[in-house]
């Protein structure tokens, strides 16, 4: 379904049932060069187990028109003004890599209107190397691969299901990098993570529970670069949990059981 947010429709994935305001509802954030499909699996499960789903495309991906968020900052602007759209008081935020510094800036500005936060693939800093940035706008199509590269565990050939996580990751980047014909989205992504510095102070600010779900390999996100976060959040009084799941950052594909059941035992 779609939603206007400052003045343009944002696509919202509901997980194939219809939206009732009235429930309780998760808002599902992708990163860099993703979609709402990233979630397919969580989505349709916690909107078959009591949840309102919107699985969103960001403003100026894929779906969605508008003008792409150039910092976290004015993507979680655009968060808070689909809340309002959607007239939902309450919400949980959940974000994977670039969508979880979105979550969490969003978490802190809306405080007691966010009721969970689960941060997927997180870091802070979330720093690009010059290199990695240099590729994504010059050759963006080497970038891709880079990143697929180090965002799977493996890159093993297709198993018995008949799903490739590597090609499927390629495939997705490409099409979410031709959905928008005026702005280079994988740098423009990796830039707005690389540039974001209000993550303690986020964490600081936050009112609700917070979840971390850490890759045991995700070489794009390891999980010691959330370990600043995670003490931000405790020394703060935050209540906190940290699970730790196989596989690397793309966790929701390559582990999906494992983050599904993570993210539904929190909201839960």
Known sequence: M???????????YTGGKAFDATKP???LIHGVLCDHSVWALQSRYLANHGWNVLAIDLPGHCKSGGTPPLSVEAAADSIAQLMDAAGLQHAALVGHSWGSLIAMETAARLQQRIS???LVGTAFPMKVSPALLASALNTPEQAIQMVNTFSRATL???NGAGS???GAGMA???RVLAS???TNLLHAGFTACDSYAGGEAAMAAITCPVLFVLGEQDQMTPPKAAKGLIQAAQAAGKAV??????HGHNQMTESPDATLFAIHGFLR
């Open 2 to 12: 779609f939603f206007t947010v400052n003045n343009a429709p944002l696509y919202a």
């Open 164 to 166: 490739w996580v590597f």
């Open 116 to 118: 969970h936060l689960v």
């Open 180 to 182: 928008n014909a005026d």
């Open 172 to 174: 997705l980047g490409r």
């Open 25 to 27: 509802t998760a808002i």
């Open 241 to 246: 949990t940290v699970q730790t799941i196989p």
């Open 156 to 158: 093993a050939p297709p």
